[in-house]
């Protein structure tokens, strides 16, 4: 679902519409405020938390104090009312850095987005201002152990129990999941999807790591059991039948458009640290970046990674204007971005040789959370399938 916007100039929305992009003064600015925060704050430290497995909850901490949780919600939705482009430049900051942090602001303003979209007047003005300000972290629960790109044959089960709804449910791969304070849960209610806010605090729910993760290590992924949770009906998201076409599909839009940007940031992560190692190590007495065929991984690192990065902006610009399109296009730039990136880390690591299988270099960890940009949010393979059957209709 798209930000809402209105639109009275044409020309603006035809320049929209091709490949210009010309970056406000303003977003200029908080580009360079991002950049500063992950240089000094997340990039540091990204390495050793990848390796611990956790985050520390300070960084969640300046996420919220820096009004970076709920960004893309309105000010007077408690929100930080920040505009796509300036949001995609966050997300793409601090995916550079790390892609576990990029995560939790991910799935965080997943929730917040679909709640605030299509959540009744009593969760918008209960729980929302809150989501909103980060004051309560939120985790997206779709996934099961039997159910991943398939969502719409999710077996959780919700049975309406007088003024209650009663949930049991078994969710895997749940980013937040160790640390959230409201969960949305998707479950199967009279042969119907819906979503339902459930507190971390809930009687019956219960929730364990799930270690040793190939990416994103550090952003507290969890496997959540919820037996006999008793949830208030008024905790339902939207009506029963709207779990997924209306609940979901608004999260995980949000979600794509952020995991796109998130690819650009791990791309230009690796570029960055190829750069910087071609320079400096010699191979048969000249410079890494000499060699012909290391200048033309380099190359293709270079246009790729600006390729994706105009496809955001372009996602973001249609976004921003409320264009039906945004949709389309936000799905296309996440299939190039992601793959930008696993092409990019798989480059990097091949070019700095053994180095690049060690911890000593980042380029390791770059891999494999590329590898995880193909997966979620709607994987590579699912796609390809959509974009060809509903090609956008101008180029």
């Known amino acids: 679902m798209t930000e809402t916007a209105t639109v009275d100039d044409q020309e603006a929305v035809s320049a929209a519409r091709g490949m210009w992009i010309e970056l406000s003064d303003e977003q200029k600015q908080a580009r360079q405020q991002f950049r500063g925060f992950v240089d000094e704050h997340v990039a540091p430290h990204a390495g050793r938390w990848d390796r611990e497995e956790r985050l520390p909850l300070e960084i969640v901490g300046e996420l919220r104090s820096r009004g970076y949780l709920g960004a893309p919600l309105p000010v007077e939705a408690g929100g930080g009312g920040m505009d796509a482009i300036r949001y995609g430049l966050l997300t793409e900051e601090l995916a550079r850095g790390c892609s576990s942090v990029r995560t939790i602001l991910t799935v965080h303003d997943m929730v917040t987005f679909a709640v605030w979209r299509w959540g009744s007047p009593y969760l918008k003005t209960q729980w929302v201002p809150r989501m909103a300000r980060g004051e309560m972290l939120c985790a997206f629960a779709l996934s099961e152990p039997e159910v991943g ?38 479950a199967r209610c009279d042969d119907q999807l819906a979503a339902f806010l459930v507190p971390a605090s809930t009687p019956g729910l219960s929730r364990r790591p799930t270690p040793s993760v190939m990416g994103t290590r550090a952003a507290y992924i969890a496997e959540l059991e919820l037996a006999g949770c008793r949830v208030p009906a008024e905790n339902l998201v939207g009506r029963v039948g709207f779990g997924f076409s209306h609940v979901a599909a608004a999260g995980l839009e949000l979600g794509r458009y952020s995991v796109a940007w998130g690819s650009v940031g791990i791309a230009q992560a690796c570029l960055d640290a190829c750069l910087a190692y071609t320079a400096e190590r010699r191979q048969f007495g000249v410079p890494l970046r000499d060699h012909q065929l290391v200048r033309r991984k380099l190359t293709e690192m270079i246009v790729n990674t600006r390729a994706a990065r105009l496809l955001c902006y372009r996602a973001g610009t249609l976004r921003a204007l409320g264009d039906p399109g945004a949709t389309m296009e936000t799905m296309i730039a996440k299939y190039h971005a992601s793959r930008t990136a696993a092409r990019a880390a798989g480059d990097a690591v091949q070019l700095h040789g053994a180095n690049g299988l060690s911890d000593a270099y980042p380029v390791a960890r770059y891999l494999r959370d590329a590898k995880v940009t193909e997966v979620i949010e709607g994987s590579t393979q699912i796609q390809q399938i959509t974009i060809a059957r509903y090609p956008p209709p101008e180029l």
Not at 158 to 179: N, Q, T
């Open 149 to 186: 790109s398939d969502a719409k044959s999710i077996a959780a089960q919700a049975r309406p129990d007088g003024e209650d709804y009663v949930i049991d449910a078994h969710k895997m791969w749940i980013s937040l999941g160790l640390v959230a304070d409201l969960f949305l849960v998707f």
